[in-house]
């Protein structure tokens, strides 16, 4: 069974800075999707950002990237300038075949 | 709104009640999953359909859940004799072809099991 791994509970980073978000996973398979949903105080989850598993650039959007290191199967989310509206819960996710897995999550915090 | 919609929001029942709920995924969308989510989990699979078609289900989802998709639109969750583990919040899901797409959630039910 895929696993996913956030080994961070919580972080908290200065409004302005980078932070980055870690994320494992385990899997035999070589064509997946991975994910990072957000999910604010009021619990609707949101796309942050994916990834194709046969990709290997990273994917961006604005200020959100991912490194993607496919041997090492590892998915980490870097923000950029962070922004108080960042503060929420990050959930990585693992997707085969419309099976979607998710990590216990990191709670990030946003210090003004 | 044309988002994924479930209802009810909040729902408190006593030990042993039966409960449903339901979800409305976005109109397009042939999919949808149900997940349930503890405080300070991530959310976890529960089941999945593919329009009408009920494909895969958790081993999470005892003999006392059932879900349906009658018409291939909405679904339905029901909780049969519910046990105070019950308790947690149920997220509803639902993206289109091709696979591997993006999950769009709805904001939730969260059931309380007194």
Known sequence: ?????????EMSVQEA???TLSCTYDTSESDYYLFWY????SRQMILVIRQEAYKQQNATENRFSVNFQKAAKSFSLK??????GDAAMYFCAYCLDNDMRFGAGTRLTVKP | DTGVSQNPRHK?????????FRCDPISEHNRLYWYRQTLGQGPEFLTYFQNEAQLEKSRLLSDRFSAERPKG??????????????????????????????AFFGQGTRLTVV
């Open chain 1, 1 to 9: 069974a895929q696993t996913v791994t956030q080994s961070q509970p």
């Open chain 1, 17 to 19: 800075e980078t932070v």
């Open chain 1, 38 to 41: 957000k999910q604010p105080p």
């Open chain 1, 79 to 84: 923000i950029s300038d962070s922004q108080l």
């Open chain 2, 12 to 20: 408190i029942t006593k030990r042993g009640q039966n409960v449903t």
């Open chain 2, 73 to 102: 639109s909405f679904s339905t969750l029901e909780i049969q004799r519910t046990e105070q583990g019950d308790s947690a919040m149920y997220l509803c899901a639902s993206s289109r072809n091709p696979k591997n797409t993006e």
